[in-house]
């Protein structure tokens, strides 16, 4: 029996759906397709009602996407690689960087790379967003089972052809608003979202011709458009010129080295002939359209394609492409939605050697707002200064990228607060503030204490840190022996650190009050 795959692409102006056909040998084909338009308050809702009423798109399950402007995106560096523990620490790590409270946002993640630890590229939504939707299309009988981030289902599919070396960029060019995916050796680097869609050249051609939009439209798409190239050019002129600007801005910070190889376009705004040739003349390099049935080598039902518009239907093919598609991508309706963990767990990266900060941090501990630091990295990536990079990861090697030394610091603390805040009253985060503070005073400033994880479970105690030498390990153990508020402390699994330092495991458990 075959089995039905619908991907649901929902834009301003219309809702696209591709059902897909798989075969039990596994040959996969498009069964269906629609285009419906999208227009009023209540049009996406009268949309899906229509497309309900359409016996062959009554399936069990749908894969769908949201806009990009839904979401918050961080480039995140951590020092592990199990994907658990990821998923515990995230939430704190982001907690402060993004704009809504960290309780009430769904994250998901992608790894770009696990050299030294883990480099991550998050994503975080607010879960109002995700519920909304998933509410929405279940009231006409469509269970969401992917809600993905929207043109990455489709640079996913580019991914599985473009040149491993080569660095990609895709725009998806909606009616209103463009989504770019920068891509490379099959890895998210990162997306963007742009205010400019096809609406921006329709409104141009149909000012400069005192035409109606609607007449606009279609001059548009048959490429009538001579008497108005100048408004047009006008109008593309900003979008090109934020482009350049957003790249260069990831150059500044060492997210890419180089303008791309090759932009890709897909979307209903791209349906402007010479919008490829335009951007291409901007910024230097090749512009290719997409089609996604050519790249994943399959064709509507009976084998033709007549009526199918690859640009328009692209976003909705690789949605339903996606429970197939090897390439990365998110999901906030499984896999993804991270919360905070129940055991309290902290992963830190606390270098304990810089007596300001274990100044700063003392404090806090003893004052009465008691705080906890988890120092985050606050760097604002799109402000980087390469000059001050060296100097701050000097005295602070945890961070990876760098804006202003003191406001960092700050943010970082603010975090503490926060966090402190969240963990104020419970036994784990008492006992959590105790360990950091007799770690910050009791352990000899020559260890080089570099903290990066912390885990309380009830009485029992997990660290995992770093150390100069064998030596300062040791040395750790009987400080926090000393001080006769731990049991059974033990140092264990010592080993090779970064950079020519010793790791180690320290398991401890607090001593019970007489």
Same mark, same amino acid.
């Given at each position: 029996?075959?089995?039905?795959?619908?991907?649901?692409?929902?834009?301003?102006?219309?809702?696209?759906?591709? *059902?897909?056909?798989?075969?039990?040998?596994?040959?996969?084909?498009?069964?269906?397709?629609?285009?419906?338009? !999208?227009?009023?308050?209540?049009?996406?809702?009268?949309?899906?009602?229509?497309?309900?009423?359409?016996?062959?798109?009554?399936?069990?399950?749908?894969?769908?996407?949201?806009?990009?402007?839904?979401?918050?995106?961080?480039?995140?560096?951590?020092?592990?690689? +199990?994907?658990?523990?990821?998923?515990?620490?995230?939430?704190?790590?982001?907690?402060? &960087?993004?704009?809504?409270?960290?309780?009430?946002?769904?994250?998901?993640?992608?790894? *770009?790379? &696990?050299? &030294?630890?883990?480099?991550?590229?998050?994503?975080?939504?607010? %879960?109002?967003?995700?519920?909304?939707?998933?509410?929405?299309?279940? +009231?006409?009988?469509?269970?969401?089972?992917?809600?993905?981030?929207?043109?990455?289902?489709?640079?996913?599919?580019?991914?599985?052809?473009?040149?491993?070396?080569?660095?990609?960029?895709?725009? $998806?060019?909606?009616?209103?608003?463009?989504?770019?995916?920068?891509?490379?050796?099959?890895?998210?680097?990162?997306? %963007?979202?742009?205010?400019?869609?096809?609406?921006?050249?329709?409104?141009?051609?149909?000012?400069?011709?005192?035409?109606?939009?609607?007449?606009?439209?279609?001059?548009?798409?048959?490429? +009538?458009?001579?008497? #108005?190239?100048?408004?047009?050019?006008?109008?593309?002129?900003?979008?090109?010129?934020?482009?350049?600007?957003?790249?260069?801005?990831?150059?500044?910070?060492?997210?890419?080295?180089?303008?791309?190889?090759?932009?890709?376009?897909?979307?209903?705004?791209?349906?402007?002939?010479?919008?490829?040739?335009?951007?291409? %003349?901007?910024?230097?390099?090749?512009?290719?359209?997409?089609?996604?049935?050519?790249?994943?080598?399959?064709?509507?039902?009976?084998?033709?394609?007549?009526?199918?518009?690859?640009?328009?239907?692209?976003?909705?093919?690789? =949605?339903? =492409?996606?429970?197939?598609?090897?390439?990365?991508?998110?999901?906030?309706?499984?896999?993804?939605?991270?919360?905070?963990?129940?055991?309290?767990?902290?992963? =830190?990266?606390?270098?304990?050697?810089?007596?300001?900060?274990?100044?700063?941090?003392?404090? =806090?501990?003893?004052? #009465?707002?008691?705080?906890?630091?988890?120092?985050? $990295?606050?760097?604002?990536?799109?402000?980087?200064?390469?000059?001050?990079?060296?100097?701050? &990861?000097?005295?602070?090697? $945890?961070?990876?990228?760098?804006?202003?030394?003191?406001?960092?610091?700050?943010?970082?603390?603010?975090?503490?607060?926060?966090?402190?805040?969240?963990?104020?009253?419970?036994?784990?985060?008492?006992?959590?503030?105790?360990?950091?503070?007799? *770690?910050?005073?009791?352990?000899?400033?020559?260890?080089?204490?570099?903290?990066?994880?912390?885990? *309380?479970?009830?009485?029992? !105690?997990? !660290?995992?840190?770093?150390?100069?030498?064998?030596?300062?390990?040791?040395?750790?153990?009987?400080?926090?022996?000393?001080?006769?508020?731990?049991?059974?402390?033990?140092?264990?699994?010592?080993?090779?650190?970064?950079?020519?330092?010793?790791?180690?495991?320290?398991?401890?458990?607090?001593?019970?009050?007489?």
């Amino acid at each position: 029996m075959a089995k039905y795959i619908l991907g649901l692409d929902v834009g301003k102006s219309s809702l696209k759906a591709v *059902l897909l056909e798989a075969g039990l040998r596994g040959g996969m084909r498009i069964a269906a397709w629609e285009k419906v338009d !999208i227009a009023g308050a209540a049009g996406l809702r009268e949309a899906l009602r229509r497309l309900q009423e359409i016996p062959i798109f009554a399936v069990p399950s749908c894969h769908t996407a949201l806009a990009a402007r839904h979401f918050s995106f961080r480039n995140v560096k951590l020092p592990f690689k +199990d994907r658990k523990k990821i998923a515990q620490t995230l939430p704190f790590e982001l907690d402060g &960087q993004i704009p809504h409270p960290v309780e009430s946002v769904l994250i998901d993640f992608t790894v *770009l790379g &696990q050299e &030294q630890g883990s480099d991550l590229f998050t994503a975080v939504i607010p %879960r109002a967003d995700v519920d909304e939707r998933v509410s929405l299309l279940s +009231d006409y009988a469509f269970d969401a089972e992917t809600i993905d981030v929207e043109a990455v289902p489709v640079a996913a599919r580019l991914m599985t052809t473009a040149p491993t070396d080569s660095l990609n960029l895709l725009l $998806d060019v909606g009616a209103s608003e463009t989504t770019g995916v920068l891509f490379r050796d099959g890895r998210i680097l990162q997306v %963007r979202s742009f205010p400019f869609g096809g609406d921006h050249i329709t409104q141009a051609l149909a000012g400069a011709l005192g035409i109606p939009f609607a007449d606009a439209e279609g001059r548009k798409r048959r490429g +009538d458009t001579g008497l #108005a190239d100048a408004e047009i050019t006008e109008a593309c002129g900003k979008f090109f010129a934020s482009l350049k600007n957003t790249i260069g801005s990831l150059r500044i910070a060492g997210i890419v080295r180089e303008d791309p190889d090759t932009v890709w376009l897909t979307g209903g705004g791209a349906l402007y002939r010479r919008l490829a040739d335009d951007l291409s %003349r901007a910024l230097g390099v090749p512009v290719e359209r997409v089609n996604v049935t050519q790249l994943a080598g399959i064709k509507p039902v009976g084998g033709s394609d007549a009526g199918w518009d690859s640009m328009i239907m692209n976003g909705a093919l690789a =949605l339903a =492409l996606r429970p197939v598609s090897k390439g990365p991508g998110f999901n906030f309706r499984q896999g993804g939605g991270l919360r905070r963990p129940v055991s309290f767990k902290l992963d =830190l990266g606390i270098d304990l050697k810089w007596a300001g900060a274990v100044t700063a941090l003392v404090i =806090l501990l003893a004052g #009465a707002d008691l705080t906890l630091s988890h120092w985050a $990295d606050k760097a604002r990536l799109d402000q980087l200064k390469a000059e001050a990079a060296a100097l701050v &990861q000097q005295n602070f090697p $945890d961070v990876q990228r760098v804006v202003d030394p003191a406001r960092q610091f700050r943010a970082r603390i603010d975090d503490a607060k926060r966090l402190a805040a969240a963990t104020r009253g419970t036994t784990s985060g008492d006992a959590a503030l105790l360990v950091l503070k007799d *770690l910050s005073e009791k352990v000899p400033e020559t260890a080089e204490l570099l903290l990066t994880s912390l885990v *309380l479970d009830g009485d029992r !105690i997990e !660290i995992r840190a770093e150390v100069s030498t064998p030596e300062a390990a040791e040395s750790v153990r009987k400080a926090l022996e000393a001080t006769g508020r731990y049991a059974g402390v033990a140092v264990s699994s010592p080993g090779a650190g970064q950079g020519g330092r010793v790791a180690f495991e320290l398991k401890a458990a607090m001593a019970r009050k007489p």
